[in-house]
């Protein structure tokens, strides 16, 4: 029973999945060896299978995962967690975002921890980086002995050429255990290899012991649905989820399953730079928004404005400003001839000026003004 | 006099070269006579190089449509011709039109021209418009462009046009979202290894769940 309790978390993220937008469902399977050495026990080989997935919408993200560990002692330990995310709208640089989980572990029968947490964050967003705030609260476990957790952290984060910088300070409240960590956490991408690694120390401790510990881990990709991970090193103790410090190794494969094989986690160090010069704030809402089909060697573009009169001009109109057609309440609707490729596109509400409608890459144009991007296949 | 005669001479012929050039299409006759004239002239240095010139024709006319001046005009004209000549040299004398386009386009946003020719060798006998026009739209996006061009050559190899397309919308998505999430993702997230932690969070690599 314990066990099945251990799983539910997991089997409840990948149960709901199907029924929610499949197409933004993503997710893998790690299959690694180790060779682990927990803190006052002997050194034991380790095979893990854990398989994580992810539902996005949005600014709403849901996570769930699970462990399932088997030692050379014959013994096996499982561990699952769902986690959620939803960011609010920006407010200028700021941005604030609500988190929960909650997961479950067992080793054999000898112990299991249950945890359920929540926090609140508070995130700036500065070119090159940001900072973020945030408090957590919640409870943990073991067998029927509950105690409360709080903690509060800050850190900031920064993108360099080729590399995610993050630092941290955290400190937690367990019961009465206390404790604060300070966390430095790099990551470097070049090509299919992305490299990672983590420096902390826990400073200030109460019943959670103090230390150094770092991590280094690689991640090669073989193929977008295949890749090596390795990784090592010592790390701390975890009185949420009742592990124990320990140093490991392990090497194994991932295998990028679901739809798609999630490229766009091929290279996180895009992702995160990829906002840097996306204005640090939300960049201002375009009073018209556009969105496009493409079929047969004609492109459809159906445009959202409060106007009575909206044309688009484009490289497939030869720049001649085109009248679209009302289709509706504050749509307006044009059918052209398109080819592949690359394209350029303004629009034009009211006789005013040109504009780069949202839902296309604005562009400096080279004439003083902005024009939109598209891509057609 | 000698010279004065060569020079409007010259100026003769650049004008019966630039009224020809014009007169091969009507579409120019939007521009302004001095305009026509220059453009009309990059126009024909396009197609005597074997450059597609219906770029730079639409950048012109994307100038007129918006009243740019002469010099702003001319000098868009101008810099496109570059960008597709050094698309071209990068891509190949065998590229499409539309390819170079593209091509020009990563390549003006800041895109090494050496991508370009690294994504020709890793997509020898496949269209590369799509890729391109990716790798164009993920840096006007604001992704660093090296980094751009490091993503798509590294997808280049297994994506069809189709899922470059859906790894752009993905991408865009991402961006939506906002750096906190990605910042969360890059530091607590691998490829799906989705975590939630109390700290900063955990480096979400291969480490074995941590109970003996």
């Known amino acids: 029973m314990d066990r099945r309790r251990a799983w539910l978390p997991l089997a409840l993220g990948l149960a709901a999945a199907p029924g929610l937008l499949v197409s933004?469902?993503?997710?893998?399977?790690?299959?690694?060896?180790?060779?682990?050495?927990?803190?006052?026990?002997?050194?034991?080989?380790?095979?893990?299978?854990?398989?994580?997935?992810?539902?996005?919408?949005?600014?709403?993200?849901?996570?769930?995962?699970?462990?399932?560990?088997?030692?050379?002692?014959?013994?096996?330990?499982?561990?699952?967690?769902?986690?959620?995310s939803a960011f609010t709208p920006s407010l200028g640089r700021w941005r604030g975002e609500l988190a929960a989980t909650a997961g479950a572990s067992r080793y054999e029968h000898f112990a299991s921890y249950r945890d359920a947490l929540a926090a609140v964050r508070l995130h700036f967003l500065a070119p090159g980086g940001g900072a973020w705030i945030g408090v957590t609260f919640g409870g943990t476990a073991l067998g029927s002995a509950a105690r409360p957790v709080s903690a509060a952290t800050l850190a900031v984060w920064s993108v360099r050429r080729g590399a995610t910088l993050t630092a941290s300070m955290t400190a937690t409240r367990i019961g009465d255990t206390t404790y604060t960590d300070l966390?430095?956490?790099?990551?470097?991408?070049?090509?299919?290899?992305?490299?990672?690694?983590?420096?902390?120390?826990?400073?200030?401790?109460?019943?959670?012991?103090?230390?150094?510990?770092?991590?280094?881990?690689?991640?090669?990709?073989?193929?977008?649905?295949?890749?090596?991970?390795?990784?090592?090193?010592?790390?701390?103790?975890?009185?949420?989820r009742g592990s124990i410090a320990g140093r490991y190794a392990s090497a194994g494969l991932r295998i990028v399953g679901l739809r798609p094989p999630r490229p766009e986690r091929f290279d996180p160090r895009v992702l995160l730079a990829s906002h840097r010069d996306a204005a640090a704030a939300d960049p201002p809402v375009a009073p018209a928004s556009i969105e496009f089909t493409s079929a047969a060697g004609t492109c459809t573009f159906v445009v959202h404005a409060v106007a009575t009169r909206v044309e688009i001009a484009s490289d497939l109109s030869g720049w001649q400003p085109v009248l679209l057609a009302p289709a509706g309440q504050d749509t307006w609707t044009v059918t052209l001839p398109v080819t592949p490729g690359l394209h350029r596109l303004n629009v034009r509400l009211d006789?005013?000026?040109?504009?780069?409608?949202?839902?296309?890459?604005?562009?400096?144009?080279?004439?003083?003004?902005?024009?939109?991007?598209?891509?057609?296949? | 006099?000698?010279?004065?005669?060569?020079?409007?001479?010259?100026?003769?012929?650049?004008?019966?070269?630039?009224?020809?050039?014009?007169?091969?299409?009507?579409?120019?006759?939007?521009?302004?006579?001095?305009?026509?004239?220059?453009?009309?002239?990059?126009?024909?240095?396009?197609?005597?190089?074997?450059?597609?010139?219906?770029?730079?024709?639409?950048?012109?006319?994307?100038?007129?449509?918006?009243?740019?001046?002469?010099?702003?005009?001319?000098?868009?004209?101008?810099?496109?011709?570059?960008n597709l000549r050094e698309a071209r040299a990068a891509l190949g004398a065998s590229t499409t039109a539309p390819?170079?386009?593209?091509?020009?386009?990563?390549?003006?946003?800041?895109?090494?021209?050496?991508?370009?020719t690294r994504l020709r060798a890793?997509?020898?006998?496949?269209?590369?418009?799509?890729?391109?026009?990716?790798?164009?739209?993920?840096?006007?996006?604001?992704?660093?462009?090296?980094?751009?061009?490091?993503?798509?050559?590294?997808?280049?190899?297994?994506?069809?046009?189709?899922?470059?397309?859906a790894f752009r919308r993905n991408v865009e998505r991402d961006i939506e979202l906002g750096a906190p999430a990605a910042a969360a993702a890059s530091s607590s997230v691998r490829l799906g290894a989705g975590a939630f932690t109390t700290d900063a969070g955990s480096s979400g690599s291969a480490r074995p769940l941590r109970r003996p």
């Open chain 1, 24 to 84: 933004q469902v993503t997710g893998a399977v790690d299959l690694t060896a180790a060779d682990v050495h927990y803190d006052g026990y002997l050194p034991s080989l380790a095979a893990s299978l854990s398989p994580a997935a992810r539902w996005q919408q949005g600014l709403f993200t849901l996570d769930a995962r699970a462990t399932l560990l088997r030692f050379e002692s014959g013994n096996s330990s499982s561990q699952g967690l769902v986690a959620a």
């Open chain 1, 183 to 240: 966390s430095g956490l790099g990551e470097w991408t070049r090509g299919n290899v992305i490299l990672n690694g983590a420096l902390g120390a826990r400073v200030w401790s109460r019943f959670a012991g103090r230390g150094v510990y770092g991590e280094a881990g690689a991640v090669i990709a073989l193929r977008p649905s295949l890749a090596l991970v390795f990784a090592g090193g010592r790390y701390a103790t975890d009185p949420t």
């Open chain 1, 351 to 377: 006789g005013g000026e040109w504009l780069v409608p949202g839902g296309f890459t604005p562009v400096a144009d080279e004439f003083g003004g902005s024009v939109g991007l598209f891509v057609v296949r």
């Open chain 2, 1 to 82: 006099m000698t010279a004065l005669r060569t020079a409007a001479l010259a100026a003769a012929l650049a004008g019966l070269l630039a009224a020809h050039a014009a007169a091969q299409d009507p579409r120019l006759e939007r521009l302004d006579p001095d305009t026509r004239a220059a453009v009309a002239a990059l126009v024909d240095s396009a197609r005597q190089s074997g450059v597609p010139a219906e770029a730079l024709i639409d950048r012109a006319l994307e100038g007129a449509a918006k009243q740019a001046p002469e010099p702003r005009i001319v000098a868009a004209v101008t810099t496109l011709l570059g």
């Open chain 2, 99 to 116: 390819e170079l386009q593209a091509g020009a386009s990563a390549i003006h946003l800041g895109v090494p021209a050496a991508a370009l």
């Open chain 2, 122 to 165: 890793v997509r020898p006998r496949q269209p590369l418009t799509i890729a391109l026009s990716v790798m164009a739209d993920l840096t006007a996006r604001g992704v660093p462009a090296d980094s751009a061009a490091a993503a798509v050559l590294a997808l280049a190899g297994s994506l069809r046009d189709d899922q470059f397309l």
